[in-house]
Nanobody, 126 residues
Framework: QVQLVESGGGSVQAGGSLRLSCAAS????????MGWFRQAPGKEREGVAA???????SYVDSVKDRFTISQDNAKNTLYLQMNSLKPEDTAMYYC????????????????????WGQGTQVTVSS
């Protein structure tokens, strides 16, 4: 069964840090792409960070130099280390897996991702 389970969300003050984790079933972890997306109320889902099977990483400009995506192959787990958090980072964060090669063309496009976790809420207060 395909499963993605996120954890690590919470409430922090601006400037704080959180680390999100995504535990993946073996099938999804061997996907072409694994990514983190977020959606704030009233806004479209946005690609935040993604890594593909070649190890190439993409970040949305607004999180560059603050967020780091990584993976632990032994644990089938994807991480998102978030530092220097800002109120505008407040959103529901989702882990996703893209099992087709097309996600490698645009790693931050949610249309190329097939499986999604349930999400974990991140709230940053000023």
């Amino acid at each position: 069964q395909v499963q993605l389970v996120e954890s690590g969300g919470g409430s922090v003050q601006a400037g704080g840090s959180l680390r999100l984790s995504c535990a993946a079933s073996t099938y999804t972890y061997r996907s072409y792409c694994m990514g983190w997306f977020r959606q704030a109320p009233g806004k479209e889902r946005e690609g935040v960070a993604a890594i593909d099977s070649d190890g190439i990483i993409s970040y949305v400009d607004s999180v560059k130099d603050r967020f780091t995506i990584s993976q632990d192959n032994a644990k089938n787990t994807l991480y998102l280390q978030m530092n220097s958090l800002k109120p505008e980072d407040t959103a529901m964060y989702y882990c996703a897996a893209g099992v087709g090669w097309r996600c490698q063309r645009n790693r931050l496009n949610n249309l190329y991702y097939n499986y999604w976790g349930q999400g974990t809420q991140v709230t940053v207060s000023s």
